[in-house]
């Protein structure tokens, strides 16, 4: 079935340093590709999106590509602040018409100044 | 506008008692859709509705079920809780189905079971 891999956290940074977050897929067919954030204490809030081969989401500063000849989708930041310190999770829609997501296990990042 | 609101906040509940969690979705959306997580599992999809009808359902047991209201507000109930039941209980909304609507969670419902 479909599923989705990321790196275990927690992935520590000090401000201004480079992020990435992998995260690999298995999936039939075409699925759209997510990135969500859950800061302490919240619910899950859309970072970023990708619905095809090579689109690139973006938001924020933060960027992912979709790769569908690696089935990866990275999430990138040039440069971390104290305030992107949350659970960073990656999905892809199970199927076409529908709201159902697929998860991955989260990736905590602590940015310390 | 306001948020995805779900209610109560908190619950602790013993083994064998029922629950029912509450969930308001952003005003104008038909669909609402729930999840489950936990540390170990992380994030499960339990059920989603459309318009007062269930149109997914994740593979959990029948001890959990929801419903949706004419007014889009989702209700989902668990009987007989189980230890392995203590979750957050995720909500989300949407404007309507697809991978292409972008989804509105709120803050949750967290379950203890003791």
């Known amino acids: 079935g479909n599923s989705v891999t990321q790196m275990e956290g927690p992935v520590t940074l000090s401000e201004e340093a480079f992020l990435t977050i992998n995260c690999t897929y298995t999936?039939?067919?075409?699925?759209?590709l997510f990135w969500y954030v859950q800061y302490p204490g919240e619910g899950l809030q859309l970072l970023l999106k990708?619905?095809?081969?090579?689109d690139k989401g973006s938001n924020k500063g933060f960027e992912a590509t979709y790769r569908k000849e690696t089935t990866s989708f990275h999430l990138e930041k040039g440069s971390v602040q104290v305030s992107d310190s949350a659970v960073y999770f990656c999905?892809?829609?199970?199927?076409?018409?529908?709201?159902?997501?697929?998860f991955g296990t989260g990736t905590r990042l602590q940015v310390f100044p | 506008k306001a948020g995805v609101t779900q209610t109560p906040r908190y619950l602790i509940k013993t083994r064998g008692q029922q629950v029912t969690l509450s969930c308001s979705p952003i005003?104008?959306?038909?669909?609402v859709s729930w999840y489950q997580q936990t540390p170990g599992q992380g994030l499960q999809f339990l059920f989603e509705?459309?318009?007062?009808?269930?149109?997914n359902k994740g593979n959990f047991p029948g001890r959990f079920s929801g419903r949706q209201f004419s007014n889009s507000r989702s209700e989902m109930n668990v009987s007989t809780l189980e230890l392995g039941d203590s979750a957050l209980y995720l909500c989300?909304?949407?404007?309507?189905?697809?991978?292409?609507?972008?989804?509105?969670f709120g803050s949750g419902t967290q379950l203890s079971v003791l």
């Open positions: 989300a909304s949407s404007l309507g189905t697809g991978p292409n609507e972008k989804l509105f």
């Open positions: 999936a039939t067919g075409y699925p759209s």
């Open positions: 990708a619905t095809k081969a090579d």
């Open positions: 999905a892809l829609s199970d199927q076409k018409n529908t709201d159902k997501l697929i």
């Open positions: 005003s104008g959306h038909r669909s």
């Open positions: 509705y459309f318009s007062e009808t269930q149109r």
